[in-house]
C-alpha cells in the first residue's frame, strides 16, 4: 500500500497495489482525498469512482476568531455516485448547529425529513448570561442565535426554564404526514450536574435514572409511573462495578483487582467463576463452576478450566478446554504478517483455512483444510470492496452487482435466476422483483415475484404491495398495511386478504396482547426480568361464538433459565442445568413419580 500526504500530514491517496491473485483485478486500487484549509476531509473518492462531498460551516460574523469557533461544523454531506453503475440523484443530508455549545440542532434526511434538537438555554431567553458564558457581546450572541428557536417555555416539563449548561431536553421527529402533522417527541431532563435523570417517551412513558453520591448510576427504573421495573448498580472507588441487581432482585457479585479487571463474577445461583490475566490484560485463565442444579461438584471436579495462550501481538493462538478432569481439548489459531486469522483448527484436528488478498479480504475460505474432503468457497470483489462473485466447493456461483451507492441492486443465483432491488433515497428497498426459471427443466425465466414497499417520514413501512402471479403474468395485487403507535411499535397489521391483526404493549414496548381478525387472542405476562411466565390462548369456537382459554406457564431460576413449564391442564415439563448452563435433566410429565393426570386427576 501507498500513500501520498500533503503538507499538513493528511493523506491525499491510498494506493492498494495488487500481486495477480485475480486475473481480474487491476494492478491498484486509488481511494483519493481532498481537504479545506483547515485540515478537514471535504471529499473522498472510491476506486469504483463514486464520492461523498462534505461541506463545512463557513459563517462569516466579522470576527475571525468567532468563526473559527464554527469552522469544524460538518454542514453538509452529499453522495455522488460514478458514472459506471449510476444510481440516480446524489443524496444530500443536511445539518445546522447550536452556535453556543456546538451540538446540532437539525438533521435533514435526503427525503427532506428533519429531526429537531432543543437545548436547555433554548427554554429561555437569557441572553446576557448567554454571552458572560460565551465570553462575547451580547449583540453578538444575539446575532449568532437569530436562526435558533428561543423561548421556547419548559421542553421537557421539569418546571425550570432558566438552565443554560446545553443538555438535550427534547427531540422531534419528522412531521408525520397524518391530518394534524403529528410529531412525536421524546423529552430528557438532567441533574444540577448535567446528568440524565429521566427520559419521556412519546406516549409518556417515563424511565428514570438515579445516582449515587459519587456520581455513578445507581439505579434504572423503567416505566416508573406503571410497571416501575429496576435495575441497580453498585461500584467501588474507582468507578468499577462490582454489584448488579436486575429486575428480579437477582444479585451478581464482581471482584476487580487493582488493575481494574474483573477477577471473580459471582451469580444468583451461588456459582463463582475465576479469572486470570497475563501482563498484557488478556485473560489466560478461566475457572469455571462444575456444579450440578443443587451445587455439588459434579464428579468431585468443582471446577471447569479453560486456557488461553496468545502470540507476542495479544493474538489468541490456543484454547486449552478442561472437558472432565485430566482431559483436555485444544483448538489453534495461525495468522499471517497482516495479522489476519488464515487458520483454525478444531480439536479433532478439523480445520478451517482463510487465504486473504491484497487488501486483506477473505478471497479463499477452505473447510476440512488438508483432508480429502476439502471444500473451498472463494469470493471475489470490486474496487469499493463490495462482494461480487461466491463460488462454493462444488462449483455453484452466485453474482452481485452494486448501485454508485454501493447498494446491493442485483443477486444472480447458481441457476440463473436473478433478484433485482430498488431503493429510495434513504437506502431502503422499495421494490424487490425475483425473474428465473419454474423448476430445473424449464428453460423460460419468467417473472417469479414482484414486491412494492412504501415508507413513511420515519423510515416505517407502511404498506406492501405483493403481485398475483400467474405464470409470470400479473393478475393482481395483495395489499398489506402497517399501523404503529406514537412508540414506533407496530399495533396493526393488514394482511393480503383484508384480514387485521391488533397489538397491545406494556410500558416497556413488551407484546402483552395480539389480537387476530377473527377474535382470537394470544395475551402475554413478564417477570421483571422479560421472561414470558405465562401464554394464554383465547380461542374463539366458530360455530358458538364461546370462548376456550389455554394458559402456559413458566418458572425461571435465578439467571432466566427455564425450570418448569406447566400447560393448562396441568401438566408440567421441569429442566434442570448445571453452573455452566448446560441442561443436565429434563422431564415430561410421565417422567414423574407416578403417572401425571394433570390438576383435573382423580
Known amino acids: 500500500t501507498e500513500l501520498t500526504f500533503n503538507c499538513q500530514g493528511n493523506p491525499l491517496k491510498v494506493t492498494e497495489f495488487t500481486r495477480g491473485i485475480r486475473p481480474s483485478d487491476p494492478d491498484r486500487f486509488t481511494t483519493t482525498y481532498t481537504y479545506n484549509l483547515n485540515g478537514l476531509v471535504t471529499s473522498v473518492t472510491q476506486p469504483e469512482g463514486n464520492r461523498i462531498d462534505y461541506v463545512y460551516d463557513a459563517r462569516s460574523t466579522g470576527d475571525k476568531t468567532i468563526d473559527q469557533l464554527f469552522a469544524e461544523n460538518r454542514i453538509q454531506i452529499t453522495q455522488i455516485s460514478d458514472e459506471d453503475r449510476s444510481g440516480g440523484t446524489s443524496l444530500q443530508s443536511n445539518f445546522t448547529y447550536e452556535p453556543v455549545y456546538n451540538q446540532v440542532l437539525t438533521k435533514t434526511d435526503p427525503d427532506s425529513n428533519t429531526i429537531t434538537y432543543y437545548y436547555d438555554y433554548q427554554e429561555g431567553s437569557d441572553f446576557a448570561a448567554l454571552a458572560a458564558r460565551m465570553n462575547m457581546p451580547e449583540s453578538t450572541v444575539r446575532t449568532l442565535l437569530r436562526d435558533v428557536p428561543m423561548a421556547r417555555g419548559d421542553l421537557n416539563g421539569d418546571s425550570n426554564t432558566a438552565q443554560l449548561r446545553g443538555n438535550l431536553v427534547r427531540v422531534d421527529q419528522p412531521p408525520l404526514t397524518t391530518e394534524d402533522d403529528t410529531i412525536l417527541s421524546y423529552r430528557f431532563r438532567y441533574n444540577g450536574f448535567g446528568q440524565r435523570t429521566s427520559k419521556i417517551k412519546p406516549d409518556g412513558t417515563q424511565d428514570e435514572y438515579s445516582y449515587a453520591d459519587n456520581g455513578y448510576l445507581s439505579q434504572i427504573a423503567q416505566d416508573t409511573a406503571g410497571l416501575n421495573i429496576t435495575n441497580q448498580y453498585e461500584y467501588d472507588a474507582v468507578g468499577n462495578l462490582i454489584v448488579f441487581v436486575d429486575g428480579n432482585r437477582n444479585r451478581i457479585e464482581f471482584r476487580v483487582n487493582a488493575l481494574n479487571q474483573v477477577s471473580r463474577e459471582r451469580l444468583p445461583i451461588g456459582a463463582v467463576r475465576n479469572i486470570l490475566y497475563d501482563a498484557n490484560n488478556n485473560v489466560i485463565q478461566v475457572d469455571e463452576p462444575n456444579l450440578d442444579n443443587e451445587g455439588r461438584a459434579i464428579n468431585d471436579n468443582p471446577y471447569i478450566t479453560a486456557r488461553y495462550e496468545?502470540?507476542?501481538?495479544?493474538?489468541?493462538?490456543?484454547?486449552?478446554?478442561?472437558?472432565?478432569?485430566?482431559?483436555?481439548?485444544?483448538?489453534?489459531?495461525?495468522?499471517?504478517?497482516?495479522?489476519?486469522?488464515?487458520?483454525?483448527?478444531?480439536?479433532?484436528?478439523?480445520?478451517?483455512?482463510?487465504?486473504?488478498?491484497?487488501?486483506?479480504?477473505?478471497?479463499?475460505?477452505?473447510?476440512?483444510?488438508?483432508?480429502?474432503?476439502?471444500s473451498t468457497t472463494i469470493i471475489n470483489y470490486d474496487g469499493n470492496k463490495d462482494k461480487t462473485q461466491v463460488r462454493d466447493g462444488n462449483g455453484n456461483q452466485t453474482n452481485y452487482i452494486y448501485d454508485g451507492f454501493d447498494r446491493l441492486i442485483q443477486i444472480q443465483d447458481p441457476r440463473g435466476n436473478i433478484t433485482r432491488y430498488t431503493y429510495n433515497v434513504l437506502n431502503k428497498s422499495t421494490r424487490i422483483e425475483k425473474q428465473g426459471k419454474t423448476d430445473s427443466r424449464s428453460e423460460e425465466s419468467i417473472l417469479l415475484q414482484d414486491i412494492r414497499l412504501f415508507y413513511d417520514e420515519l423510515g416505517r413501512l407502511i404498506s406492501k404491495q405483493e403481485a398475483i402471479l400467474n405464470a409470470g403474468e400479473i393478475s393482481g395485487n395483495h395489499n398489506l398495511s402497517y399501523q404503529y403507535d406514537v412508540n414506533n411499535r407496530l399495533v396493526r397489521f393488514v394482511d393480503g386478504l383484508g384480514h387485521a391483526t391488533h397489538m397491545i404493549y406494556d410500558g416497556l414496548d413488551r407484546l402483552i396482547s395480539k389480537t387476530d381478525a377473527k377474535g382470537n387472542r394470544l395475551e402475554y405476562t413478564y417477570d421483571a426480568n422479560n421472561n414470558i411466565t405465562r401464554q394464554t390462548s383465547l380461542e374463539i369456537n366458530d360455530v358458538n361464538a364461546s370462548t376456550t382459554a389455554f394458559a402456559t406457564s413458566v418458572a425461571y431460576d435465578a439467571i432466566n433459565r427455564p425450570i418448569t413449564i406447566t400447560d393448562n391442564l396441568g401438566h408440567t415439563n421441569q429442566y434442570r442445568y448445571d453452573s455452566r448452563g448446560n441442561l443436565i435433566y429434563s422431564s415430561d410429565p410421565r417422567d414423574l413419580s407416578g403417572l401425571d393426570e394433570g390438576v383435573n386427576a382423580a
Open 310 to 374: 496468545y502470540n507476542i501481538l495479544n493474538r489468541p493462538i490456543a484454547r486449552i478446554q478442561e472437558v472432565s478432569e485430566g482431559s483436555t481439548i485444544l483448538t489453534e489459531y495461525q495468522y499471517d504478517a497482516n495479522e489476519n486469522l488464515t487458520r483454525v483448527v478444531e480439536p479433532k484436528g478439523n480445520s478451517i483455512a482463510i487465504v486473504y488478498d491484497e487488501r486483506d479480504l477473505p478471497y479463499k475460505i477452505t473447510k476440512g483444510y488438508a483432508s480429502a474432503d476439502a
